[in-house]
């Protein structure tokens, strides 16, 4: 049972919540053993209470008069559970007659909508819930790897128009492969657009990389800065360089809006730098565990004005999971603190690094190395730490030839099992950007890169390097040396060997 660390981790939730911008009294959070279980959790719940209105029509159909199954299936998340709120005492028949207790019908329960940059992860989820991978709708992105705005609205505008409910939409802060951040803002204004035609829908933020980020954001209060209040705050502190000019306006938006988002995904041992098994996922209403729980919990919260942390199993997805990282993570957030001052001046410093490395490859104009000249060009201005870049020859229009010049790179540049990580002055990741998951988004970087269109449209694929900056020392007086100057000089050495 192991009440003492499940406490911890309650409180551990909460305080997450409130980092996210949701009110403590409200919200409800917990650690799950990855971001994987956290996401799968949220859309666990979403799924559920999409069914629940339908199931209270046959229960109590006097809280639901005159109400059609369109409109019951178009409620706000926040409607459907004032309804279920209102439902209380019939909890147990409405959920035995919801898709808890009915399964998935052949009709589906409605769509998932996701950018192309998801995590391979919600794929996996639309068939263990028996959402049907068929069911996701994927929106393309811009050139800044952000979910496009009017692709959403036009492919959610697509799916009303066929009559399917849109069951849950999930932006990305803080994609796999790029670090970038959707503009929740914007969805969250699409939503309001489309409650006015009496449709919404669930959003629940896949914030498992980026989620800790918001803390750069917040000040000791827990309020979250302007624009402008945070540029002083950030130059005065001195945790990012004012000339690098972060965050952008759309970032901030995003970030400031997750306060206003149905459940949001967090990983701690991610930009929690908790070296432990630990994700979390908290949701802005409490109230919604009742579409889930084995135990109603408005019985078992009686005479206790916080949880029942004996029952905590009974309305999350695990049951048996470490009490050490629930500790693992109380402890650092006792001892960080989850503002500016803390885990905000780690993470900044290494944003700070991030934009710098992303500022000298725009900078820097030519590499030469064994007679010839090269360029080394990142995908876009970094949203958080990682930074997207590829290596071409001057005059090279091959992209298949620049292709198999990064993967040289990155095989001297790679972790080889049996070595001494010591030995690596630099360690680097790579991933493909494919014309399947991407679209034509890599274009203009393709463009930029000296890479022709229709060498696109033959290869459809550009390999890229990937670099994440963890360390908050990378530009801060503790650094002996330039490490960016220093990460230069090895790729100008490696391509001395490669070329």
């Not at 951040?181 to 009496?198: N, T, Y």
């Not at 952008?248 to 949001?264: L, R």
């Not at 360029?375 to 930074?387: A, F, G, K, Q, S």
Request: aromatic residues 8%; contains cysteine; proline residues 4%.
């Amino acid at each position: 049972v192991s009440p003492i660390t499940t406490s911890l981790e309650l409180q551990v939730g909460l305080e997450l919540a409130e980092l996210m911008g949701f009110d403590k009294q409200q919200a409800f959070g917990h650690i799950t053993s990855g971001g994987t279980i956290a996401n799968i959790e949220a859309l666990w719940m979403a799924r559920n209470l999409k069914s629940i209105p339908k199931a209270i029509k046959q229960v109590r159909p006097d809280l639901v008069e005159g109400m059609s199954d369109r409109m019951l299936m178009n409620l706000s998340p926040q409607q459907a559970l004032e309804l279920l709120s209102r439902a209380e005492e019939q909890i147990e028949d409405i959920k035995r007659l919801s898709i808890r207790g009915k399964g998935v019908e052949s009709d589906g329960i409605g769509k998932v909508v996701v950018p192309r940059t998801r995590h391979y992860s919600w794929d996996k989820m639309a068939d263990v819930l028996g959402i049907g991978q068929d069911n996701l709708i994927a929106v393309d992105v811009t050139d800044h790897y952000r979910m496009d705005i009017n692709d959403f609205t036009r492919k959610v505008q697509a799916a009303v128009g066929e009559g399917s409910p849109i069951l849950a939409v999930i932006p990305v802060v803080g994609t796999t492969e790029e670090g970038a951040v959707d503009p929740v803002h914007e969805i969250l204004a699409v939503r309001e657009q489309f409650e006015a035609q009496g449709v919404s829908f669930y959003i629940h933020v896949d914030a498992a990389y980026g989620g800790y980020i918001r803390s750069l954001f917040t000040d000791r209060e827990k309020g979250f800065l302007t624009l402008e209040d945070l540029g002083t705050s950030l130059r005065e502190k001195h945790i990012i360089m004012d000339s690098h000019q972060y965050p952008s306006e759309s970032v901030h938006s995003a970030f400031k809006a997750m306060s206003f988002v149905d459940s949001v995904t967090i990983d701690p041992h991610k930009l929690g730098y908790v070296p432990y098994q630990a994700g979390a996922v908290v949701f802005r209403d409490k109230r919604i565990r009742n579409a889930v729980s084995y135990f109603a919990p408005y019985v078992f919260e009686e005479k206790n004005q916080t949880q029942n942390p004996v029952l905590l199993g009974s309305f999350i997805l695990e049951g048996s999971k470490s009490g050490a990282a629930a500790a693992a993570v109380w402890a650092a957030h006792q001892v960080v603190g989850l503002d500016m001052e803390g885990y905000g001046r780690i993470i900044g410093k290494s944003i700070d690094g991030a934009v710098k490395f992303y500022s000298r490859m725009v900078e820097q104009k030519d590499i030469h190395a064994g007679g010839k000249v090269y360029h080394m060009v990142p995908l876009v201005r970094p949203d958080t730490n990682i930074v997207v870049y590829a290596v071409n020859r001057n005059g090279n229009r091959s992209l298949q030839l620049m292709n198999n010049l990064n993967r040289a790179i990155k095989d001297k540049l790679q972790y080889t099992p049996g070595n001494l990580t010591h030995k690596y002055d630099f360690v680097v990741s790579s991933t493909s950007l494919t014309r399947q998951e991407y679209g034509n988004a890599p274009l203009d970087f393709l463009k930029r890169l000296g890479i022709p269109e229709r060498e696109w449209d033959e290869v459809g694929e550009v390999f890229v390097l990937r670099s994440t900056f963890m360390s908050p020392f990378t530009t801060t007086d503790f650094a002996d040396m330039d490490c960016v100057s220093l990460f230069f000089t090895c790729i100008q050495g490696l391509l001395q060997d490669v070329s």
